[in-house]
């Protein structure tokens, strides 16, 4: 039977990330990725390396975190990040005070919020409303979430760090509350086989609640798709963020020839 210290299930960013992590530790690790690498929600989503600043007011913590990771992964992963930086911009329908909170909420989290001229912002981003009324810059970037993971996985399989695609964990078995083996599906062939294992991470993301009930724990998921729009040409050359509550549709990121 194959063996690893710790099995973690789920080839997102999550998982990737745990994998390198793990194996630069010298831990024994394999992922398991029921499909291909990134078949979930990493490959679905907006591509924003946040500054922080949609967090900053409603989330301070998430605000610190993001721009401590953003720092990171601009240097670790240099080649997955296209340095844009944003733009928080305000529109007259926005609420001032709202503004001011931001900039307070900004300086608490250490998060470099910049006021510019708006002359300067149009002229930078000529497709930017003139009805802006107030225009911050931050540092947002574009982050390519397919590199980032292959990355991970490339660093990892150099530290020891072992990679199952197309292989489903279908049962979790455990004897007096210590994880022993998992059960896997061949996605091609169909065919169940064992995994043993000492601990499991589970990495799952939407599916998470699935994953914990191979090992009949309860964990309530209420997955949500979302939605995303991409248009087929470059609007601006930076991202553009509404300068209030955080809401739907309000961001536009630049990747490549599109904008999403
Ligand atoms: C619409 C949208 C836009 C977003 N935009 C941004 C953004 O701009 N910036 C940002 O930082 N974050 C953004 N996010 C959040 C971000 O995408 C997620 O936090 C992140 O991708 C989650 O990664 P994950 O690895 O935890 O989950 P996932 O990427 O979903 O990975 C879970 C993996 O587990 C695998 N799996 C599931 N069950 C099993 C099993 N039984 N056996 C083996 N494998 C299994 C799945 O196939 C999947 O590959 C966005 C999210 C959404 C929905």
Redesign the pocket.
Known sequence: MEKATVLV????????GILRDLAMRGVDVML????D??????????????SGGRYAVKDADAGRECIEENTILRKIGRHCVEATEGYFVRLPEDDPAYEKEWVEACKKINLPAIQIDTAEAWHLEPNLTHRAQAVYRVPDAA?D?FRMAWQNIDSAKRYGGRVKTY????KIHSVNGQVTTVT?RDYFTKQQYDIACEFIVN??????G??AA?ANIPVHVQP?????VAFNHRLTSRVINRLHKSSDGD?F?PHGSITI
């Open positions: 299930i789920g080839g997102g960013a999550t998982g990737v398991l990725e029921m499909r690498m990134v078949h979930g929600t990493s490959s679905r989503y907006h591509g924003l390396l946040h982050i979430g292989t489903e964990v279908v896997v990495a799952a993301g939407p599916w998470a699935q994953v191979c949500d798709r979302g939605t995303l961001i990121v």
